[in-house]
């Protein structure tokens, strides 16, 4: 049974909406990042980024402060405003003709600690707790988390009634990404869309592990400092984007390794003979296929390396997903990578020209060897949180990935 609420957001006032989102800060270049500060006023960069006022890198609790302060400047300056009843909001991304359209609403603390809220990655504690006292501070959240539900008859008929009507929002960003949001006000669609999720099982955590983890942290301190706790209060709460499993777009992530670990070539493709069917290709890019089936870069060639029979067991949805594969055959025990999250020698890629961007790197000397597999299901994922076992680094690149600044949720 999993809780989702209606909530007050606060949003950008319609005629700004298209200069106030922002992609994820990480997102943007140097020159990008400099430019969107200095020409968009309205940008919501300029909160996170609350330094570029007085001319000076922010760090730490004075930066906490300062996003803050830049927070009540937008909404005194009437660029956010805060809806004044409760609402679910559905958001359309149309991004290459492929949409996908999910609903902003509150999500529960409890049901993330009672694993309704299924999550397929580890957290970092100093992170978890770096976030919280972020939260605590700024009292608010921005971005939300991405999760997936099982597609469900009555929430698409709601949807699609819904996108009948005029939306609130309709913008295009520079990518030509289409965006469309409807707020859904009608206590009786609320008490259906809320009705039809308390039917479902479980939400999966596509992306924002840390963010939900760091909502259970600051409602944990919370609850200890408030006397009057109820359960009801903002904090037991975080905002999260939910969409159909079937509108998730699941990309694959490349290795790329910067030496042999000592060995050579010739060496290197025994040991592999060992674990693998190995054969040299003739395309000048090749990629995997299927399952257990890896592309391999190296020395100017492309390779196929299929998993011999029992060489692993497979008895697990950890031991059968490929990243853990490849890790446990190749890139720890010949390769000495231990520690995928930290080892300076491995490096990861994603997206579309990804195996030309790995063999581009290869060829001119800042790595030896690239590893492309095929991208994880959706099954597999849910299979990995349902077991409660945790997936490698860099398993997954999801999409959509949503913009910060179109609806706020305060704590």
Same mark, same amino acid.
């Given at each position: 049974?999993?809780?989702?609420?209606?909530?007050?957001?606060?949003?950008?006032?319609?005629?700004?909406?298209?200069?106030?989102?922002?992609?994820?800060?990480?997102?943007?270049?140097?020159?990008?990042?400099?430019?969107?500060?200095?020409?968009?006023?309205?940008?919501?960069?300029?909160?996170?980024?609350?330094?570029?006022?007085?001319?000076?890198?922010?760090?730490?609790?004075?930066?906490?402060?300062?996003?803050?302060?830049?927070?009540?400047?937008?909404?005194?300056?009437?660029?956010?405003?805060?809806?004044?009843?409760?609402?679910?909001?559905?958001?359309?991304?149309?991004?290459?003709?492929?949409?996908?359209?999910?609903?902003?609403?509150?999500?529960?603390?409890?049901?993330?600690?009672? !694993?309704? &809220?299924? $999550?397929?990655?580890?957290? %970092?504690? +100093?992170?978890?707790?770096?976030?919280? #006292?972020?939260?605590?501070?700024?009292?608010?959240?921005?971005?939300?988390?991405?999760?997936?539900?099982?597609?469900?008859?009555?929430?698409?008929?709601?949807?699609?009634?819904?996108?009948?009507?005029?939306?609130?929002?309709?913008?295009?960003?520079?990518?030509?990404?289409?965006?469309?949001?409807?707020?859904?006000?009608?206590?009786?669609?609320? !008490?259906? &869309?809320? $009705?039809?999720?308390?039917? %479902?099982? +479980?939400?999966?955590?596509?992306?924002? #592990?840390?963010?939900?983890?760091?909502?259970?942290?600051?409602?944990?301190?919370?609850?200890?400092?408030?006397?009057?706790?109820?359960?009801?209060?903002?904090?037991?709460?975080?905002?999260?984007?939910?969409?159909?499993?079937?509108?998730?777009?699941?990309?694959?992530?490349?290795?790329?390794?910067?030496?042999?670990?000592?060995?050579?070539?010739?060496?290197?493709?025994?040991?592999?003979?060992?674990?693998?069917?190995?054969?040299?290709?003739?395309?000048?890019?090749?990629?995997?296929?299927?399952?257990?089936?890896?592309?391999?870069?190296?020395?100017?060639?492309?390779?196929?390396?299929?998993?011999?029979?029992?060489?692993?067991?497979?008895?697990?949805?950890?031991?059968?997903?490929?990243?853990?594969?490849?890790?446990?055959?190749?890139?720890?025990?010949?390769?000495?990578?231990?520690?995928?999250?930290?080892?300076?020698?491995?490096?990861?890629?994603?997206?579309?020209?990804?195996?030309?961007?790995?063999?581009?790197?290869?060829?001119?000397?800042?790595?030896?060897?690239?590893?492309?597999?095929?991208?994880?299901?959706?099954?597999?994922?849910?299979?990995?949180?349902?077991?409660?076992?945790?997936?490698?680094?860099?398993?997954?690149?999801?999409?959509?990935?949503?913009?910060?600044?179109?609806?706020?949720?305060?704590?």
């Amino acid at each position: 049974m999993a809780i989702v609420k209606p909530f007050k957001a606060i949003r950008p006032a319609a005629d700004k909406v298209a200069h106030v989102a922002s992609r994820s800060y990480e997102d943007y270049s140097p020159e990008e990042l400099k430019a969107n500060l200095k020409f968009n006023p309205f940008s919501f960069l300029h909160i996170i980024n609350p330094g570029f006022k007085f001319h000076k890198k922010v760090s730490g609790d004075e930066r906490f402060k300062l996003v803050h302060n830049r927070y009540m400047e937008f909404l005194e300056e009437k660029v956010l405003v805060k809806d004044l009843e409760a609402c679910f909001y559905l958001y359309e991304i149309n991004k290459n003709d492929t949409p996908c359209c999910g609903i902003f609403c509150a999500t529960s603390v409890q049901d993330y600690r009672n !694993n309704i &809220i299924k $999550k397929h990655e580890n957290t %970092i504690e +100093s992170r978890e707790q770096l976030f919280a #006292h972020y939260l605590e501070t700024v009292k608010f959240n921005a971005e939300p988390v991405l999760m997936t539900y099982p597609d469900h008859p009555v929430i698409a008929n709601i949807i699609e009634h819904t996108k009948q009507k005029e939306p609130v929002y309709h913008f295009t960003t520079p990518d030509r990404t289409s965006h469309r949001l409807w707020k859904i006000s009608e206590e009786k669609t609320i !008490n259906e &869309i809320t $009705k039809a999720f308390a039917n %479902i099982d +479980s939400l999966y955590i596509a992306d924002g #592990h840390h963010r939900s983890a760091s909502s259970d942290v600051l409602a944990q301190w919370y609850e200890q400092s408030n006397d009057k706790h109820q359960g009801q209060e903002a904090y037991n709460y975080f905002m999260s984007y939910l969409i159909p499993e079937s509108e998730i777009r699941i990309y694959e992530f490349n290795r790329l390794v910067k030496d042999l670990n000592g060995h050579s070539k010739e060496s290197f493709l025994v040991m592999l003979d060992e674990l693998y069917r190995i054969k040299k290709t003739d395309f000048e890019l090749y990629k995997p296929t299927k399952k257990h089936h890896f592309s391999m870069y190296l020395d100017g060639d492309f390779y196929s390396l299929y998993l011999r029979k029992n060489v692993l067991p497979l008895e697990d949805p950890l031991s059968k997903l490929d990243t853990h594969i490849l890790y446990k055959t190749i890139l720890e025990p010949i390769l000495g990578i231990k520690d995928l999250r930290n080892d300076k020698r491995i490096q990861y890629g994603y997206g579309k020209h990804n195996v030309l961007r790995m063999k581009t790197e290869i060829d001119k000397g800042s790595f030896k060897v690239g590893f492309n597999l095929v991208p994880i299901t959706m099954d597999e994922i849910k299979a990995i949180a349902d077991a409660q076992l945790i997936m490698p680094p860099k398993s997954t690149f999801i999409e959509p990935k949503l913009k910060s600044g179109i609806a706020i949720y305060e704590l």
